[in-house]
């Protein structure tokens, strides 16, 4: 390692003699000693040492010199290293002078000819320490960056796995303030949505091409669920699990269940003209009380979700395959809109939960549909719900009628075929 310059400039040699041989006696072991002759000499020898990599921790500057005096060195010296403590040494400074000095160099001190040994020695062993704590600052605040970056990285980093919304929820500030079996009631509202046929669709594909289809999906999927207000809980699979806890709720999982339908309607078309099959979802929204917390155990710990609302949810996406449509909610977040009316909705079914004696009234969400398939489907809405009407008080022939004049009206209505297809069933036994 290249020692720290202390460099001496005066237009005397037997000055510079002096100096080097006072300083050599005593720093020479830790710094190395330069001399020049005037300014010019003096800033080539810095340009010369800057660029060969030394440090330049202190310069001792005459201030009558010829051609160039000695406070105008010093400045031209700071502004090429600002770091460097500047000393003026002189027997004839000007007030003007030094005050220059001081103004535009940072000057340290200044030292009167004829100087004692023992006043030059200290003035510059205080001047070295200062430099060399300014240095070591400077090398702290680097490292002291340093660290704060990695530590950002690695708040960003452990945010991807544990969302901030996470913690907020459960009322901590950090991630490692969270303990095992933290936990808190809340009322919100729970999405599950999952990729139609992906069993049979990643069976053409290679897995790391696999890793990279779920990866581009979730990443359509993700800014849907962000933008309002939804915490994506975890994903499974292919399946996204997303909670929305924030006021109006129950708005904000319909909406965001209708942003992801309609961006996936803009990644199909980018699928379809690389001539890819499209890709259909289904998601299932219910509002309720659940538990969230932590489970596990000493080596591993995962946040979680229980309760009837969670387990609904992942049932209403489920029925999103039997009855053929995009969108399922159920009579609590539909209850839970702010106003229902600014969505188009349709009662499709009471379903019952599978080991609960509650019946579930299940609710389609239209606003995603094409707007052809939504104008039917709202044209016939009327009937439709009237033949539900005689469905559940089992007038299997009235309702038979209903749900016909709907699929009359638009055939491909899937629930209405679907309820047709039951009373059918019904009607013969």
């Given at each position: 390692m290249?020692?720290?310059?202390i460099?001496?400039?005066d237009?005397?040699?037997?000055i510079?003699d002096?100096?080097r041989?006072?300083?050599?006696?005593?720093?020479?072991?830790?710094y190395?000693?330069?001399?020049a002759?005037d300014?010019?000499?003096?800033?080539?020898?810095?340009?010369?040492l800057?660029?060969?990599?030394?440090?330049?921790a202190?310069?001792?500057a005459d201030y009558?010199?010829?051609r160039?005096?000695?406070?105008?060195?010093?400045?031209?010296?700071h502004?090429?290293?600002p770091?460097?403590i500047t000393i003026?040494?002189t027997?004839?400074?000007s007030?003007e002078?030094?005050?220059n000095?001081?103004?535009?160099?940072?000057?340290?001190?200044?030292?009167?000819?004829?100087?004692?040994a023992?006043?030059l020695?200290?003035t510059?062993t205080?001047a070295?320490?200062?430099?060399m704590q300014?240095?070591?600052?400077i090398?702290?605040n680097i490292e002291?960056?340093?660290?704060?970056?990695?530590?950002i990285?690695?708040?960003?980093a452990?945010s991807?796995?544990?969302?901030d919304e996470?913690?907020?929820?459960l009322n901590?500030?950090?991630?490692?303030?969270?303990?095992l079996?933290d936990?808190?009631k809340?009322e919100?509202?729970?999405m599950f949505?999952?990729i139609r046929?992906?069993?049979?669709?990643?069976?053409t594909m290679?897995?790391?091409?696999?890793?990279k289809?779920?990866?581009?999906?979730?990443?359509i999927m993700?800014?849907?669920?962000i933008?309002?207000n939804?915490?994506?809980?975890?994903?499974?699979g292919?399946?996204?699990?997303a909670l929305f806890?924030?006021?109006?709720?129950a708005?904000?999982?319909?909406k965001a269940?209708?942003?992801?339908?309609?961006?996936?309607?803009?990644?199909?078309l980018?699928?379809?003209?690389?001539?890819?099959?499209?890709?259909?979802?289904g998601?299932?929204?219910n509002?309720?009380m659940?538990m969230?917390?932590?489970v596990g155990?000493?080596?591993?710990?995962d946040g979680?979700?229980?309760?009837?609302?969670v387990?609904?949810?992942?049932r209403?996406?489920?029925?999103?395959?039997?009855?053929?449509v995009?969108?399922?909610i159920?009579?609590?977040?539909?209850l839970?809109l702010?106003d229902a009316?600014?969505?188009?909705?349709r009662l499709v079914d009471?379903?019952?939960v599978?080991?609960?004696?509650?019946?579930?009234?299940?609710?389609?969400?239209l606003d995603?549909?094409?707007?052809e398939?939504?104008?039917?489907k709202?044209?016939?809405?009327?009937e439709f719900e009237?033949g539900l009407?005689?469905?559940?008080?089992e007038?299997?022939?009235?309702?038979?009628?209903?749900f016909?004049?709907?699929?009359?009206?638009?055939p491909?209505?899937?629930v209405a075929q679907?309820?047709?297809?039951?009373?059918?069933?019904?009607?013969?036994?």
């Open positions: 290249k020692k720290p310059v460099l001496c400039v237009d005397e040699q037997m510079l002096s100096l041989k006072e300083l050599s006696e005593t720093l020479e072991n830790q190395q000693i330069e001399t002759h300014g010019h000499e003096a800033l080539q020898m810095v340009d010369d800057l660029e060969d990599g030394h440090q330049i202190v310069v001792i009558m010199m010829p160039m005096k000695g406070d105008e060195v010093l400045k031209e010296i502004n090429k290293s770091s460097t003026m040494l027997g004839q400074a007030i002078g030094v005050t000095a001081i103004n535009t160099a940072k000057l340290y001190r200044y030292i009167a000819k004829p100087w004692q023992e006043d020695f200290l510059i205080e070295t320490k200062s430099y300014a240095k070591n600052i090398k702290q002291l960056i340093k660290i704060n970056q990695n530590l990285s690695l708040n960003t452990c991807r796995f544990v969302p996470f913690l907020k929820l901590k500030e950090n991630l490692v303030d969270i303990e079996g936990s808190v809340k919100m509202s729970v949505s999952d046929s992906f069993t049979s669709l990643s069976e290679p897995l790391e091409d696999i890793f289809f779920i990866n581009s999906y979730f990443s993700e800014p849907a669920i933008e309002n939804g915490l994506i809980d975890k994903y499974i292919d399946a996204i699990m806890g924030s006021v109006y709720h708005d904000y999982a319909v269940g209708i942003s992801m339908l309609k961006k996936l309607a803009e990644y199909n980018t699928r379809k003209a690389r001539d890819r099959p499209p890709i259909k979802i998601i299932g929204i509002t309720g659940l969230l917390g932590t155990g000493k080596f591993r710990m979680t979700t229980i309760g009837d609302a387990n609904i949810a992942s209403l996406e489920t029925l999103t395959k039997l009855y053929g995009p969108l399922l159920s009579d609590c977040t539909f839970g702010k009316n600014q969505y188009c909705i009471l379903v019952q599978k080991g609960k004696s509650k019946v579930v009234s299940v609710f389609e969400v995603a549909d094409p707007p398939i939504q104008e039917q709202l044209a016939t809405k009327t009237q009407v005689f469905y559940t008080t007038e299997w022939e009235a309702a038979s009628r209903c016909e004049k709907c699929l009359q009206h638009n491909q209505d899937t679907l309820h047709w297809n039951r009373c059918q069933n019904k009607y013969s036994n």
